[in-house]
Each structure stands twice: as C-alpha cells, then as structure tokens.
C-alpha cells in the first residue's frame, strides 16, 4: 500500500476554510503539515513517546473540534501550539500529581552555578534529558522555561502554588545540571 501524500503547500487560510467544511483531505493536510511540530511539543510533557502520541491525538481532535473559535490573530500554528500545550497540562491534572507538594526551602539547597554546555549539546540529547525529568519539574520546566509563562500563570494552569512552581522549576534545573554533567563530567570544571 502506498503512503499517501497531503498538500502541506497549502496556505493556512485554505486549510482552514476545508478544515471548517469538514473536508478529510484538508484535515489531513493539516495533521501533516503540523504533526511532527506538535508532536514535539507533546513530547516534552509527555512521560513516554505513547503518552506524547495521546497528547497530540487528543490535540488534534480539539483542533478540528474548535477550529471555528480561531480568531486569525496569530499564526494557525501558534494556535495549534497553544491547544496542544493545553491539552497536554489536562490530561497531567488528570494524573496523580507527582512532587507537586515541595517546599520553596528546598530550592537553597541546589546549587546555583549552572554549567554553559547546551551549546554542545544536541536537541535529542536535551530532549532525553527534559523526557527523563519527573512530571512535575517537566511541565513545570516546559511551561516556564520554553513557552514563556510566569510562575503565577503556571500555579492557575496546574492549581498549584506560586511557590511550588517555583521549586519545581529550581529542581528541574538541578535535574538538568545533573544529566548534564553525568554526559560531560569535566563540563562544571570548564566554566568555573
């Protein structure tokens, strides 16, 4: 059976306009021209490749659900993002939270000297290392440090404290300094 191949060529605005006629092959198009990208996002959340792969089928049929609420401020794909990353945070409320109950104390004890070695570092190698994270400081991490929300914001998505946001966030950095040196031991030597 041969692959078939979707027009991802399309402009936004034409799979937009067959999205909301219910059309299959713009739809797929859709999925094609932004699958991967989103699935990339979802991994991030994400504990396991099969839990990213729920995130963006459940993603994606939000889309199509509430593709007449996009506005056409912004980019569809931004939109799109934006679904994605709120799916993923329902669906880990939905799980039993994981090391959401740290206290801010904690955070003092990490050390503050963070090594300069994700310039040598490939995006695979760094995405192994944020999938490895615990729940908490992955999403945490996630929603802080690459999609740009404020720590209060993220207490409101996740119904958690400004304070533990902010633990979490701390302990995740440890976490990747960690991972980090362990992949380059001489790394903390280099920067100090």
């Known amino acids: 059976m041969s692959k078939r191949i979707y027009n991802t060529e ?12 219910k059309n299959a092959d ?37 889309v199509f659900d509430k593709l007449s609420q996009y506005t056409g401020s912004g980019s569809l794909g931004g939109w799109i993002s934006t679904v994605m990353v709120n799916t993923a945070l329902i669906q880990l409320r939905k799980k039993k939270r994981e090391g ?37 400081y992955r999403t945490v991490f996630n929603l802080f440090a690459i999609e740009g929300f404020s ?8 119904e958690i404290s400004e304070s533990t946001s902010k633990t979490q966030f701390h302990k995740a950095k440890a976490f990747l300094k960690k991972q980090i040196e362990k992949l380059n031991p001489l790394s903390s030597q280099e920067v100090k």
């Open 26 to 62: 713009a739809q797929r198009a859709l999925f094609a021209k932004y699958g991967e990208r989103m699935m990339g996002l979802c991994l991030r959340y994400a504990g396991s490749r099969e839990e990213a792969q729920d995130y963006l089928q459940e993603g994606f049929i939000k």
């Open 10 to 21: 399309m402009s936004d605005q034409e799979l937009l306009a067959g999205c909301l006629k």
């Open 151 to 158: 720590h209060k914001e993220i207490a409101a998505s996740l």
């Open 100 to 136: 959401y109950s740290e206290d801010i104390d904690e955070i003092y004890s990490l050390s503050t000297n963070d090594p300069d070695v994700l310039d040598k570092m490939s995006a695979d190698e760094l995405m192994q290392i944020v999938t490895a994270m615990p729940t908490g």
